[in-house]
């Protein structure tokens, strides 16, 4: 037998293609912003996460090259080693504060504070229920803890419910999605947390489209939810979102977080965040907490937004976030209509399996505190010109 890789590689991208799901980067040439430019030419982007608008924010540029000043540009070591700077502490202390918990923990990514949290904590002994639609790197986190991970179905309480009721583990978890990062909806935090109290189960939740934008205060979806630090004794936020710079964090007790320091895998061996990045996330939790006409205008326009696309009898999912999916569900169809969007102007992206579940092809609109009211017309009237009526 010979094994010939580049004949089974081949073969391999050549199905991908074949069933509409080969994947290609764009080039962009200009900040992330809402107007991007690309090979040259102008888009108006309605696909970032930079739901804020801070990524190309100038008190964010100013403070990330104040932090390059002041702690220059790598960390040079993992935190437990010699990288924890006065940076990343005063950070953990201020997203302590912000989420109303005794502590923080930063991550180099959402990713890796998912693996490492999930395996610090979970292990072939325990279950793990988890939501259906949940990301990609919370069912990663789940395998790689050895844990038995039982997918319950989207938001579905009752099912979960009996799930618990049958189960003999006196020590499960809970983990959801905040805010559902393809469909946009919310997770119906305070019934799951009633369910975690009913059978013992630690419930955690990544908030990574929440933090930033939900809740009056912008603190997520366990503010918009009511609920405090023992209802939900983990969270997980991310900062290259709505926080417009990158990383991650966990929030919760005291005790949560020195386990996370001895023994997450994802936190001891990786060489920490450069710490100008965490001194520029600094001002971004201020101007979160200065600038509540960011939430309020985002919310403005998902209403006009969606008040427009149903005068245009477009599918739309019941999502009340800046995350506003329009179903095409078939792969092939989204990819033309995104094209075709491109072609005026407008940035989209299709979102196909196995990203999502089959036949939910969708495209992914989000909203950017930094999209005007006439961006918005923009967009409805490019939709209504390249999807065919009652054919979405
Ligand atoms: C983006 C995302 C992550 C990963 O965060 P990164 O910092 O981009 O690695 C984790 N969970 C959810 C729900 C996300 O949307």
């Known amino acids: 037998m010979t094994l010939n890789l580049a004949a089974e590689l081949t073969s391999r991208l050549a199905k991908q293609k074949q069933q509409h799901r080969y994947r290609s980067r764009r080039v962009i040439d200009s900040p992330q912003d809402v107007e991007l430019q690309c090979n040259g030419k102008p888009l108006l982007s309605f696909c970032s996460n930079d739901y804020l608008g801070l990524a190309n924010h100038p008190t964010l540029i100013k403070a990330l090259q104040a932090g390059a000043e002041r702690y220059g540009v790598g960390s040079g070591a993992s935190h437990l080693v010699s990288g924890h700077s006065q940076a990343h502490h005063a950070l953990e202390e201020t997203l302590a504060e912000f989420t109303q918990r005794p502590r923080a923990l930063l991550f180099s990514s959402g990713y890796m504070a998912n693996l490492g949290v999930v395996t610090a904590l979970a292990s072939k002994q325990n279950n793990i229920h988890a939501d259906r639609l949940n990301h990609a790197s919370l069912i990663d986190a789940a395998r790689l803890s050895g844990a038995t991970m039982r997918r319950y179905p989207h938001n579905d309480i009752e099912a979960l419910n009996k799930r618990l009721e049958k189960s003999n583990d006196d020590r499960p978890f809970i983990i959801t999605d905040g805010v559902f990062s393809m469909d946009g909806d919310i997770a119906s935090l305070s019934q799951l947390a009633a369910t975690a109290t009913r059978y013992h189960a630690t419930l955690m939740v990544d908030d990574a489209h929440g933090i930033g934008v939900i809740g009056e205060n912008g603190r997520g979806?366990?503010?918009?939810?009511?609920?405090?630090?023992?209802?939900?004794?983990?969270?997980?936020?991310?900062?290259?979102?709505?926080?417009?710079?990158?990383g991650a964090f966990v929030?919760?007790?005291?005790?949560?977080?020195?386990?996370?320091i001895q023994q997450a895998r994802t936190y001891i061996y990786t060489t920490a965040l450069p710490p100008a990045i965490a001194h520029a996330t600094l001002t971004s939790i201020e101007l979160i907490e200065t600038e509540a006409w960011r939430r309020e205008h985002l919310q403005a326009l998902v209403k006009q937004f969606r008040s427009g696309a149903e005068q245009l009898g477009l599918n739309l999912m019941p999502s009340i976030t800046p995350i506003q999916p329009l179903l095409i569900n078939d792969s092939c169809k989204a990819m033309r209509i995104s094209e075709a969007l491109q072609q005026q102007g407008i940035l989209i992206s299709a979102i196909r399996p196995p990203t999502i579940?089959?036949?939910?092809?969708?495209?992914?609109?989000?909203f950017s505190a930094n999209h005007s009211e006439q961006h918005v017309e923009k967009l409805l009237s490019a939709l209504d010109m390249v999807i065919p009526t009652n054919d979405n």
Not at 221 to 246: F, H, Q, R, S
Not at 251 to 260: C, D
Request: with cysteine; charged share 15%.
């Open 251 to 260: 929030a919760g007790s005291e005790a949560l977080i020195e386990i996370l």
């Open 357 to 366: 579940p089959e036949n939910t092809t969708r495209l992914r609109i989000t």
């Open 221 to 246: 979806t366990i503010e918009y939810c009511g609920l405090n630090n023992y209802e939900v004794p983990i969270l997980v936020g991310t900062l290259g979102k709505a926080l417009g710079t990158a």
